[in-house]
């Protein structure tokens, strides 16, 4: 049975910026459509307008085009308005002329009626009409191109209710009276009932939603000015569109309190390992002092109390990081409880209210890199006292001060009081330019070191690195302590470090301490790493500028301090089988960006 609704009104057919009938009717990439000489003019008048790097919008949405779209006409458009024309100024007065539209009409075939007592009002189309031209409308390749804008889309995505309406008006039914066309297609109304709050300004139920606006509104709203332009779809289509995005996060959300309650498990699970460590290193390290005489015992007690600082020290920042993860999964579980609140409830207004706040995931830490270690827990502790056991007693007054360095939390710098003392070992290191690069310039006083743009003519001794812009120092050490510094100012990369006299220097090299190499990095200004195998990454909170390395080639130690800070950076233990050099790279020098050059600096005593 035919309704109003299946006519289209005049209203389709109007351009907004002349309001008449399209003539030569153009669409621009937004999907709008104008007449060709309304928008050609709106655009040559419109501040803005012009050429050259000024914009062109859209009159009805405001969308910005940065280049003059080239507008061709839409010829599918031109051919359905210029028959709705035809049909609206002269086929139906020749047919309320007539009385009827048979044989004798003078009109075209399409524009029958099989009603000879009730004709359509002027200014709309009969379904039969419209039915035939989205018939033709649909085998031209043009119309693939009309945007959800365009007056027929929604016409169009309801083809099969279009094919009834027209079967349907072949019967001698009067239509009913005549009431304005609406915007959607019935299937895409928002099913009425009771409940639907209604209007304020119409008194009509809410059965829409302006995606523009963000708010529900009345098939009467929507044809007011303010809501002209504006992305409006059934609310009930919008309300389930958004439940679908909130049910995704709520997965997400789960996923993300899995994992972090995994987190938690391997914090504790760490947690009570390093206790059980750090027990039974109590336990050894008393079996080892049992053994020596009393004038150890001092000795002792300072050991027993670097190995509970160390427990303490990961207890405190387990319980830190316990503390950060529940608050999170406080937050994180309130608001997943929140989500399934919102997702079962049937209030969309309520719905739309809560939406944005819950809409966006919450800023949560990545928690991959997070753990409790502690390096006293490899049992260095025992070995060492069982080793000093065999020394003298001058020997056993180093061991207190080995064990504090070794304990020192890595992710976690803190103020280093045996600082001072490392710098009591400084030794005088100057560069060997038999072993540099040819790209690395040195000073004279082969104190300072810095990569140039272009290989120097030099010897390609065996000593010296072809491929690796680095070089070592002159002086090699096979036992002692022994420490430097060196200036790294402003540069963005550089390695630091020492390097076993044997080491492989032609071609690629592979760098870590089971090749012989023991050196920290800097990339990009802000990554440190100790180049291990894969590489042990390193957080600074301040950057420093003066490097502090120190060795001890009998205990098998390099670390490296932050000099003006005075903490430690980074200590690893390894054996040393042969003399070791230190070892020196200013990296390239990056178009100028890390030109400045590595400084060995005199040693100044801290306070």
């Known amino acids: 049975m035919a309704t109003s609704a299946a006519f289209l009104s005049e209203d389709q057919f109007t351009c907004s910026i002349c309001l008449e009938i399209f003539t030569n009717p153009v669409s621009t990439p937004c999907g709008h459509s104008f007449c060709q000489a309304c928008i050609s003019s709106y655009w040559d008048k419109k501040p803005g307008g012009g050429g050259g790097s000024k914009l062109y919008q859209c009159p009805l949405c405001k969308e910005t085009f940065r280049k003059r779209p080239e507008l061709q006409i839409n010829r599918t458009l031109k051919e359905i308005t210029e028959q709705f024309k035809q049909m609206s100024l002269s086929g139906f007065g020749m047919e309320r002329r007539s009385g009827r539209g048979g044989e004798g009409s003078n009109m075209h075939p399409f524009h029958q009626q099989p009603s000879t007592t009730t004709l359509p009002r002027l200014g709309e189309m009969p379904v039969s009409v419209f039915a035939e031209m989205m018939t033709r409308f649909r085998q031209l390749p043009a119309a693939e191109s009309l945007q959800s804008s365009n007056p027929f889309d929604s016409y169009s995505q309801n083809a099969d209710q279009i094919n009834t309406h ?93 994992a972090r309650e995994k987190k938690v498990e391997e914090i504790q699970n760490s947690l009570r390992e390093v206790q059980a460590a750090a027990e039974h290193e109590k336990d050894g390290a008393l079996s080892a002092f049992s053994k020596l005489l009393s004038s150890v015992q001092r000795c002792q007690v300072e050991v027993l109390e670097v190995i509970e600082m160390s427990r303490q020290a990961a207890e405190h920042r387990a319980q830190s990081l316990l503390g950060e993860l529940e608050e999170e999964l406080s937050m994180l579980k309130k608001r997943s409880a929140s989500l399934s609140q919102l997702t079962l409830s049937e209030d969309y207004l309520l719905f739309f209210k809560t939406f944005p706040a819950l809409s966006s995931m919450p800023q949560t830490k990545d928690w991959s890199s997070a753990s409790v270690t502690s390096e006293l827990t490899s049992g260095v502790v025992v070995k060492t006292v069982n080793q000093l056991t065999e020394r003298l007693q001058d020997e056993l007054q180093k061991l207190p001060e080995m064990c504090q360095r070794s304990s020192v939390e890595q992710s976690v710098p803190r103020a280093n009081p045996k600082t001072r003392k490392v710098q009591e070992y400084a030794a005088d290191i100057t560069l060997d330019p038999y072993t540099a690069h040819p790209r690395l310039i040195i000073s004279s006083d082969g104190k300072q070191v810095y990569c140039g743009e272009r290989h120097q003519l030099v010897p390609d001794n065996p000593e010296r690195f072809d491929r690796v812009v680095c070089v070592l120092a002159h002086q090699g050490f096979n036992s002692g302590r022994h420490y430097w510094e060196v200036e790294v100012g402003g540069k963005t990369d550089w390695d630091l470090g020492v390097a076993r006299k044997s080491v492989y220097r032609k071609g690629k090299i592979t760098v870590s301490p089971a090749h012989g190499y ?88 801290v306070e």
């Not at 932050?562 to 020098?589: G, Q």
């Open 166 to 258: 027209a079967e349907a008006n072949a019967h001698p039914n009067p239509p009913l009276p005549y009431s304005p066309p609406r915007r959607y297609s019935f299937s895409s109304a928002v099913d009425c009932s009771s409940n639907l709050s209604t209007c304020p300004i119409h008194m009509r139920s809410l059965e829409y939603y302006c995606r523009s606006d963000q708010n529900c509104i009345c098939s009467t709203c929507m044809d007011t000015k303010e809501h002209l332009g504006h992305n409006i779809i059934p609310a009930k289509r919008e309300w389930h569109i958004k439940k679908s995005q909130l049910g995704i996060m709520h997965i997400e959300l789960k996923d993300l309190i899995c």
């Open 518 to 605: 023991w050196f920290l990095s800097l990339r990009d200004q802000t990554d440190y790493a100790f180049r291990t195998e894969p590489s042990t990454n390193l957080t600074l909170n301040l950057r420093p500028s003066r490097i502090g390395i120190y060795v001890d080639c009998d205990m098998g130690l390099v670390s490296f301090f932050n000099v003006e800070a005075k903490v430690l950076i980074y200590t690893f233990t390894d054996c040393f089988s042969e003399a070791i050099h230190p070892f020196f790279s200013p990296c390239t020098n990056k178009s100028g960006r890390n030109e400045a050059p590595l400084i060995i600096c005199p040693v100044t005593m």
